[in-house]
Structures are given as structure tokens and as C-alpha cells.
């Protein structure tokens, strides 16, 4: 670390480097990624131009493309503050984790248990949950504080046990910028012997990483976040992963960290990757090496980083009907914001339309507004809610999203739970119509229809296992699911978070509801 550093940020000379901005463009999608500065795009070009092999040719062009991956692994390890041989390389950051997942999982037995985050990008959950559920592994959730959007720390004090063998947590959110304490989080998995797997892909292009401060045994990033081109890496120490065998092909290299690596790189992509770190380093003029010279570049960020977000969230407050998500404790530059009766497109909200939310668009956290409407609604407060699985036109949930053991143990098969009083009232007015009787009869006469129903008890079951596993209502859905039709709230509830043509009963009610939304908010806005 340097004693002493020039901070000064040149805007418009940074700004120069970047052709993609030239036309006085914006880019304000995070998750779509960053623009490449022209030191990239050059890189990447002269490196086809140099002509380039498949490693592990004597000749010149395989030696070209062997040192692309040695410079990119280097450029990764001073980016990360890890070794450049324990650097691996690949595609993107969903497909290494998934990757790192399937060779972790050789390693668990049954009964033993990994802690997620309801704050992290489904890449560092869906791939560890999946895991666990093929090698009997028990999964437990962080929770987000509903007031602040923070992580708590202290809850993992909690959730780790003895039994635990992996803690997957990001170092930033991707969507609310929330940056929980992963280095407290990794000193309480440590203590009992667990592995900590950190996603900094939101991280990255923020603050300075560093595996050790963080504690983290593996890290993982895509280079597309911070001006790069679309490859990832995942990071670890050289014998933590000389411990792990992946599944591989025969010719592949059986050192480390090679044969983490599937498939042939994109080579020139190699180039674009040690630019991107080099321009970063770059970004703040001065003296030192790459490490030193990125602890200069970010140290100036965070200054300009911490100046330009009080200024968006203060003007953000300030314009009628939107509000910024959360009071985080410690935040990024990201943050998320709600627009009052508008979909995510700018188009008013129709259920199961496009701006109607849901599963199919999104996993969204359950925010302390939309807590305090939830629990007007119900009269009471809502218990084991993991997500918001769908939104009124309104744009206050509901559907949400329930975990199948509510905090007080009780198994709960309902995965899909109807929140809004017009929503649930209208669909008990159709349930005495008659409509559940005649659906269950129509599946003993229509092999088609019974099919489709059973492939939607099928699709309700792998959606809850997602969240965990329940011993207690394995194989058992809700609704009646799949050989009667007993409620029409559950299948409703699954039509409008999964989207049409997965349960045909719940499209069938949806579509005979009428629209019940019309008389708008059936709960005032800030209530509660």
C-alpha cells in the first residue's frame, strides 16, 4: 500500500478514452456491463492480428496465446490481491461457479450444510443450492434487514454450525449496492471450518479487493464489470484448489488451476482482460507497480464514487413517486429505486404482462414499505417471506414468495402466497362458482390437461426446493396439485410469479378474475 497518494481525477481525459461515450451517451444499466476503453479494444485487436494457436505448441503462435493466459492470470491476481496460480480463467462468472460448485460438492456428504445470501445475484445461489440438493446437503439463508437492506453480520453466528462447509456471499449487491461485512461473515465461517466463496462481480468495479482482508478462500469476478471483455475468473489459493478434483477431459491439464478450465479460451480476450487491469491501474497518474498503482486508481474512485452518490440519492428523493430501496449502511455506487405505478419499461403494470414483475423477471427483495402494505393486508405480519414473486399494477406485491420452514419451524408448503385483499377476494368468489369441481372432473377425462397440471406440480415442487428442503412436505405441493383442484388461491398465486403456460388451472382462474387491480392500491402508499 502506498504512504501517500495523488487522488486528483481527470473526468474528461478518462472520459476521452472511452469511444462508446463519444456521442454523449449514458450508460446507466449496471447490470448490462461497462464500455471498453480504446487500450482494450486495441489489445484484443492486435492480438488476433498477431496470429494466435491453441496452447502447448512449441511454435510461435500457441507460445503468443500461452502468454496471453499467464499475463491475464497475473493481471486478474494484483486485481484481486491473490496469486497468479491460482487464477482461473473462463467464460464468465455464473459458468466458473458453477464449475466451482460441482467440485466442491465432491467434498460434502450427507448432512452437511452451506449458507446463501437472499442479497446475492442467483449465480451465487442457484449453483450452490443445486449442488446441495444433488449431494443431500442442507441449505440456510442470510436475511436482508428489511428496514436497511443490510446483510447483519451477526446472523451467521447463527447459521454456521459445525456441519458447515461453504458460506457464498457477495462483497457488494448488484442491486441495491448494499456492501456487507464479508470479512466479519468470513471470520465467523472460518471459526467453524467452512469455506467462504465471494462474489465480487458488483464489487469489483467499486473498491479495492483484497482475498485477504476479506477473508475469502475463493473469489470470483467478470471482467465486463470494470471495462474488461465478457470473460470471468475465480480466484483461490494454489493449494486449496490442488485439494479439489473437477470432472475434465483426459487431454485436459491435470495442474492447477488449468484443469478448472473447460473448453479452449478466448484468447484474445486474454489481452483485452490484462488492459482492462492495466488501465485501471492507470486510471491516477503515478509511480509503482501494478498493485501499488490500483490501491492509487481506487483509492480516487472512492473519493469521486462517495461525492457523486449522495448527490443521485439526494436528487433521486427529491423527484414524486420514487424511492430509493433501503438505507444501507455501507452502498456502492448501484442502488435501486421504485417508481410509483410504472413498470420497469415505463409502461403501466398488467399481471403477467410485461411490467407485471414476478419470478420470471426477477427475484426481488421484500422492502420495508412493502413489508408494512403486506402486513396492513394481512392484518398481521408476514412470516418466512424470501421474495417478492409479483406485483399489482399497483407496485405493491401480490404474490410473495414463502419459504417452506417458517421461523418457528413450521413446515409450510405453500411456496406462492397471495398477499393483495382484492386478489384473494376475487378468487374466493370464483371458488364458489363451482370452477374447482369441474376442473377436477376435467382431469379425469382429459389425458393432455392432467399432464400439463402434473408437469405443474412438478415445476412447483423444483421452485420451493430452490429456496430448501423440507422433509416434511417433499413431494407435496399445494392446491391440490397434481391429481385434484383444491385451491385456487395456490394456483393462482403460481400462474401470476411463474408466468402463463406453466400451471393451466391458475391461468385458467387468472384469466376469469377479471380485473380486480382497477380501483387502484387497495392499501394507501407508506402505509403502515
Known sequence: MLLSMNTMWDTEGIRSQYPALKDGTAFLDGAGGTQVPECVIEAISEAYRSGLSNVGGAFAASQRSMQLIADARSAVADLTGGEAGGVILGPNMTTLTYRMAAALAKTWATGDEIVVSELD?????????????????????????????????????????????????????????????????????????????????????????DMASLGADLIALSAYKWCGPHAGAVVASPDLLQSLRPDKLEPSSNHVPGRFELGTHGLANMAGITAAVDHLADLVAGQGDRRERLDRSFAALTLRESDMVRGTISRRTGITGVR???????????????????????????????????????????????????????????????AVAHRCPCGLPDVLRTEPRLPDGTPFPTTYYASCPRLTGAISTLETSGMMREMTERLGSDPELASAYASAHQDYLRRRLELAEVDEVDGISAGGMPTRVKCLHVLVGHSLAVGPGINPFGDEALAALGDWWAAGPCVPRGDG
Open 324 to 386: 430509493v430501496v433501503g438505507a444501507r449502511t455501507r452502498r456502492t455506487g448501484t442502488s435501486g429505486v421504485t417508481a410509483a405505478d410504472r413498470g420497469s419499461d415505463g409502461e403501466r403494470a398488467r399481471p403477467g404482462g410485461r411490467g407485471g414483475g414476478g419470478e420470471a423477471r426477477r427475484r426481488e427483495i421484500v422492502g420495508p414499505e412493502e413489508r408494512a402494505a403486506v402486513q396492513s393486508r394481512l392484518g398481521r405480519l408476514p412470516r418466512g417471506v424470501a
Open 121 to 209: 445475484h442467483d449465480a451465487n445461489v442457484r449453483p450452490w443450492v443445486q449442488a446441495a440438493s444433488s449431494a443431500g446437503v442442507r441449505v440456510r439463508w442470510a436475511r436482508i434487514d428489511p428496514q436497511t437492506t443490510d446483510l447483519p453480520a451477526g446472523q451467521y453466528a447463527e447459521l454456521v454450525t459445525p456441519r458447515t462447509r461453504l458460506v457464498a456471499v457477495a462483497a457488494a449487491s448488484n442491486l441495491i449496492g448494499t456492501i456487507p461485512d464479508v470479512a466479519r461473515i468470513s471470520q465467523i465461517a472460518h471459526a467453524a471450518g467452512a469455506l467462504v466463496y465471494v462474489d465480487a462481480v458488483a464489487a469489483a468495479p467499486h473498491f479495492r479487493l
